[in-house]
């Protein structure tokens, strides 16, 4: 009996270990910056802190955006996000998360947001997954989260008694995140919520790494998707700060 349960003890050991192995490996091949963003944003001068990309607007207006990216993402992939938002006055922070997987590194706001006090206000958001991890940590945030956003994603808990303001973006031609995934979603988000649709928008261009498997195709292109989320967001984030 006792050998039966050392033999049982290894395998499941060993198991664990090939798990483990098998998803480090997995996480490894992720989703990279695409042309497109390359030909839009100097890649070699991007700046980094203690989490991992961050753009400082050159005017500052008080308020910050933290974005996590989908999972296998790089944060390369949004840097365009970034410099974009951070053109309309906005910290913009897209960290480092472990393995680029959201829900690894769900609580990585609050560093982001003890690192930077100078930043009043703080809308903290995802793509895909990284929406998934967001909403973990606005569950117990910082007083400073002023708001929870969503691009091709939507809370893992619900939200309907809270009185966070919150905003959806989604796309017509998501095949990862669906329009009836979102319109299924809308009972989980508070009463203050806000929701966008990009028409003819994908998933993938959600971040600019080129196609995403199991996605369809858009009709639109990368750049205008990117645009009309930075829009989106930009007025969502003004309309819910003073």
């Known amino acids: 009996m006792k050998k039966w349960l ?12 090939i798990a483990v192995a098998g998803f480090v490996v997995y996480a490894q091949f992720d989703y990279g910056p695409s042309e497109i963003l390359t030909e839009k944003v100097d890649l070699s001068a991007l700046e980094s802190d203690a989490e991992g990309l ?4 050159a005017t500052p207006n008080g308020k910050g955006v933290i974005l996590y990216q989908g999972a ?5 992939a949004y840097a365009y996000l970034g410099q974009s938002l951070s053109e309309q006055g906005f910290v913009v922070s897209i960290p480092q998360l472990p393995l680029n997987f959201g829900i690894l590194g769900s609580g990585t706001a609050h560093d982001i947001i003890e690192e930077h006090s100078e930043v009043e206000e703080w809308f903290l958001g995802g ?6 991890a967001a909403s973990f940590y606005a569950e117990d945030s910082s007083a400073k989260l002023s708001g929870l956003y969503f691009l091709g994603a939507y809370p893992a808990g619900d939200f309907s008694d809270s009185r966070l303001p919150m905003l959806s973006i ?12 979102i319109e299924e979603s809308r009972k989980l988000f508070s009463d203050d919520s806000v929701f966008v649709e990009i028409k003819g928008g994908n998933h993938a261009q959600f971040g600019l790494y080129g196609e995403q498997k199991g996605d369809n195709a858009a009709e639109i292109p990368a750049i205008e998707q990117q645009d009309q989320v930075v829009k989106a967001l930009t007025e969502w984030i ?5």
Request: a neutral charge.
């Open 127 to 132: 793509h895909s997954l990284g929406g998934v």
């Open 72 to 76: 296998k993402v790089e944060k390369e």
């Open 238 to 242: 003004n309309k819910n700060s003073p």
């Open 170 to 181: 989604y796309a017509e031609r998501d095949g990862l995140s669906t329009v009836t995934d």
């Open 54 to 57: 961050i753009f400082q607007p």
């Open 6 to 17: 050392l033999r049982s003890a290894v395998a499941v050991f060993v198991l664990l270990v």
